[in-house]
């Protein structure tokens, strides 16, 4: 028994989990000073309407700017800082940020800026106090944020979430379920608080091919079901004009991915911005990262 348990405890420190335990220390031993030192940064990718394709906001993305200029993506820090409880401080700093920069491009044009939460903020008391500060201190109204949250956040029945989001719909900021379809939900718990739309997951859109109906079949039953409970649905990861004719066909809102535009740095996602006043075609953004 003995000879077993050594060899499972050798096989279980493989060279690679050995690497991701230390990347995980490592991660969580610098992500403190690096909310402390201002490391984290917003990037933006673009949102459009996909009839039309005009421009209608873009969702805010957390990055990790090393010192040396690295930059670290939210794959390998948020599930470290969820585990950490630094989600919380690093969760405030984006909802700060975010309302700081919708403010600016709000100057410039009518836009929406969509902000990631984490299940770990949301069920802690105070989030709608928090967005509600937020708003006030840049003076930006509650439409111009939409808030996402993937699916495993609305079958939570805690009465502080359900405070939480009742709280927000009262103050008028739309709620978005993100990564819609993979999450295992049972669909009666959309009706349970106010949902405004449902992020069709990219998994679901990457196989879509003209001419062939079944590569669209979930896709397309999110949308009507959508329809139906009156929200609306932005398809996520569209990468060809193929899958983008896709969606347009099946009556699909609004879209996002490489095709039209990657998460870019603010000034780069400003300049996108004023080159679109006044233009119907976005141009193509260039590759940052
Ligand atoms: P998400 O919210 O589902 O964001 C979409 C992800 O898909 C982003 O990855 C984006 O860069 C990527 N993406 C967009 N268009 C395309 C496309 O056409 N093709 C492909 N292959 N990918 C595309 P990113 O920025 O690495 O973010 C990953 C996840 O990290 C996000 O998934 C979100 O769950 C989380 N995250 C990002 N920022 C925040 C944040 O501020 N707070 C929290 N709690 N989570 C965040
Ligand atoms: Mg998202
Ligand atoms: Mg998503
Ligand atoms: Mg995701």
Known sequence: AAKEAGRATYQFFT??????????????????????NNELELHFQPQFSLDGRRLIGAEALVRWRQPDGTLIMPGQFIPVA??????????????????????ELLRHQ??????NLSAV????????ERVAGWLSAYG??????????????????????????????????????????????????????RVDKLKIDRSFVSGLRAGNPDSGAIAEAIIGMARSLRMQTLAEGVETEEQYHCLATMGCDQCQGYLLGRPMPYEDFLAFVRRDAGTPQPQLAEVVE
Do not use: H
């Open 82 to 103: 969820e585990d950490t409880g630094l989600i919380l401080p690093l969760g405030d700093w984006v909802l700060g940020e975010a309302c700081r920069r919708a403010a």
């Open 121 to 128: 903020q949301v069920r802690r008391p105070g989030l709608a």
């Open 15 to 36: 060279p690679e989990l050995n690497r991701r335990a230390s990347d995980r220390m490592w991660t969580e031993n610098n992500l403190r000073r690096a909310l402390a």
């Open 110 to 115: 009518d836009l929406m800026i969509a902000i």
């Open 140 to 193: 930006i109204p509650p439409s111009a944020l939409e808030l996402e949250v993937t699916e495993s956040v609305l079958m939570d029945d805690s009465d502080v979430v359900s405070e939480t989001f009742s709280q927000l719909r009262e103050m008028g900021v739309p709620l978005a379920i993100d990564d819609f379809g993979t999450g295992y939900s049972s669909l009666a718990y959309l009706k349970r608080f």
